[in-house]
T-cell receptor, first 114, second 114 residues
């Protein structure tokens, strides 16, 4: 069975600074996807970034980028130039290509200080 | 972008009654939808996978007679919580899966059973 672990329950960053959220996963599948979702206080899940496992190049979306280390089964999220609106709970998720199911990590609450 | 709606956003009911939650993909068709449950400050737990035209697949520990799922069309899945009890109070979130392996989430439904 697949598992996803986020070892940082809470993180804090100063506005305009950079922060990295950690995520590790375990799987025996060869084809899969990895995601970071953001859940603000409204509780709407918002896709931040997605990575296909077969791609070596790290995904980037504006201020958000990932460090995907497939051999180490690590998938961290870097947020650059942090903004107050980035404050939310962030979930790392593993997506199975076979079933389409998502397995979520425990989440990391990010606080952005002005 | 891909938009998923849920209705109602919030419902309060008496113990023993049944509650139906609708999940709609507004601008795309989804042969597969998912239902999650989320307790405060916790992660999303997958309850079941809903496939259009076939029976839902439930995760281990989820009572299929308690949580009835119907996927009547390519844009609509419903979750009915039957004979609801206070322990069923939670935040229920649906997601829809278009072709590109990225799940898009509804805004969630907060259920309170008195």
């Amino acid at each position: 069975a697949q598992t996803v672990t986020q070892s940082q329950p809470e993180m804090s960053v100063q506005e305009a600074e950079t922060v990295t959220l950690s995520c590790t996963y375990d799987t025996s599948e060869s084809d899969y996807y990895l995601f970071w979702y953001k859940q603000p206080p409204s509780r709407q899940m918002i896709l931040v970034i997605r990575q296909e496992a077969y791609k070596q190049q790290n995904a980037t979306e504006n201020r958000f980028s990932v460090n995907f280390q497939k051999a180490a089964k690590s998938f961290s999220l870097k947020i650059s130039d942090s903004q107050l609106g980035d404050a939310a709970m962030y979930f790392c998720a593993y997506g199975s290509s076979n079933t389409g199911k998502l397995i979520f990590g425990q989440g990391t609450t990010l606080q952005v200080k002005p | 972008g891909a938009v998923v709606s849920q209705h109602p956003s919030r419902v309060i009911c008496k113990s023993g009654t049944s509650v139906k939650i609708e999940c709609r993909s507004l601008d795309f068709q989804a042969t597969t939808m998912f239902w999650y449950r989320q307790f405060p400050k916790q992660s999303l737990m997958l309850m079941a996978t809903s496939n259009e035209g076939s029976k839902a697949t439930y995760e281990q520990g989820v009572e299929k007679d308690k949580f009835l799922i119907n996927h009547a069309s390519l844009t609509l899945s419903t979750l009915t919580v039957t004979s609801a009890h206070p322990e069923d109070s939670s935040f229920y979130i649906c997601s829809a899966l278009p072709a590109e392996e990225t799940q898009y989430f509804g805004p969630g439904t907060r259920l309170l059973v008195l």
